[in-house]
Every structure is written in C-alpha cells, then in structure tokens.
C-alpha cells in the first residue's frame, strides 16, 4: 500500500509539473477601446495555492494543472481519513483481542498500558521492571520505591496473563500493523505540505508566463465587413 500511495503521488506531481503551462486566451475584439489584461499576481497566486492547492494555478489561467493539484488535495485527505478510520477499527481489534485472550481491562484507553502487554507476558512480569526502576531511583527510600511501583505498575482490574504464546505474538503482529496504518496517514499530511509546495510553484511559474503573455500581447487593425476595429492577441 505505501508503494502504490508513493507512485500515485509521483503521477501526479509529474502530471501538475509537466502540464500545459497557461492556457491561450482567444483574439479579443475591442473595438475602438485599447485596453490590455490586467496582470496576475505571483503572490497572490503562492498564497491561494497555499490555502488550497490548484486555486492558485486557476487564478493564473491554467486550469489543467489546477485540476490536477485539487484532485491530488482532494486524494490525499480522502486517504488520511480512510486510513485514521481503519487504523481505529485495528486498535478495537487489538484492544479487544487482548481483553478475550490475556483478560485486559478493555475500559482502559492507555497507549502505554497497552505496550506493556505487548512485550510482557503477564503485569507482574512488566510490574517486576517497574520495581527494579524504582530501586535505582530511590535506592534508599523504600517507601519512594512503592510509591512509585503504585504509580507506575498494573494491577487488580488492570491485570492481565498471556496463557498461549501464539496469541501473544499474534497480539504483537496486531499492534505493529496498526502503528503501521497511523503512520501512513501521518504520511498523507506530509503529502498535503508537498502538494501546497509544488501548487505555489506552478501557480507561481503560471502567472509568470501570463504576464509575459501580457507584455508579448501584439496589436493590429481587424478588418471587417462592415468597418474595422482594434484587436490583440498573444
């Protein structure tokens, strides 16, 4: 899945990148009346692509590349919902998974209790490390020491025994495929800062090339019919 989310991406960088640059505006009749386009802002441009990619590259006249940004905007925050939905439907898989076959407390929500079922077979074993930790923080002070063990340890309704060693490596392949699929949609939000840094630069390369457009615009005499008239073109 992460390969095919990276290629998906790679797509439609290369398709927004290489996409027709602005698009050629029709031979505008004017009459009597000169009046050139008004030029487009590259800051404005950067800061609409930065606010939502492809509106920037809209406003500087290339729909195309436009298009093809939003789209990618529109992908990519379709693919972080997807993936924190299923990534959440894998932590009530695991959550309940290890309350059926270790007795957990499945009321509990804590990320850290649940690694410590994940690499402690019972909560006296993941208890035992908590004492050996307070010992070397408060050598001297037993009472300090159980404090700490009270604070920090698992007990009564929070305990729990790995009875079967495959269910407990099962629980562990649980655990780590879903960090897997939150870490993916952690990646989507990156896509998302990429996708606002490669819509700023087009939009910016667009409004650039309009402008000069603009300043190439030739101007001539337009025969008709009926008389004759102003006219431009790029």
Aim: net charge positive.
């Amino acid at each position: 899945m992460k390969k095919t989310v990276t290629s998906l991406l790679i797509l439609f960088i290369a398709f927004s990148l290489f996409s027709k640059e602005v698009e050629e505006l029709e031979n505008t009749y004017v009459g009597s009346v000169l009046k050139r386009p008004q030029k487009k802002s590259m800051p404005k441009a950067m800061m609409y692509s930065i606010m939502l990619p492809g509106l920037g590259d809209f406003y500087a006249g290339n729909k195309g590349t436009g298009k093809v940004l939003l789209g990618t905007e529109v992908a990519i925050w379709l693919g972080y919902l997807g993936l924190q939905y299923y990534g959440n439907i894998q932590k009530d898989n695991y959550m309940l998974y290890s309350h059926e076959n270790a007795g957990t407390n499945l009321t509990s929500k804590s990320e850290d209790y649940y690694d410590a079922a994940e690499l402690y077979r019972t909560n006296e074993e993941y208890n035992e490390y908590i004492r050996e930790d307070a010992r070397l923080l408060y050598p001297d002070d037993p009472d300090l020491q159980n404090q700490y063990v009270q604070q920090n340890g698992y007990f009564g309704t929070n305990a729990w025994e790995w009875k079967e060693n495959d269910s407990f490596k099962k629980y562990r392949k649980m655990r780590i495929s879903t960090r897997e699929t939150f870490q993916r949609a952690t990646f989507m939000s990156g896509f998302a800062i990429l996708n606002r840094l490669i819509a700023a630069i087009t939009s910016s390369r667009n409004a650039r090339n309009y402008n000069k457009k603009i300043e190439e615009m030739k101007w001539g005499i337009h025969i008709k019919p009926d008389g004759f008239g102003f006219t431009y073109k790029f």
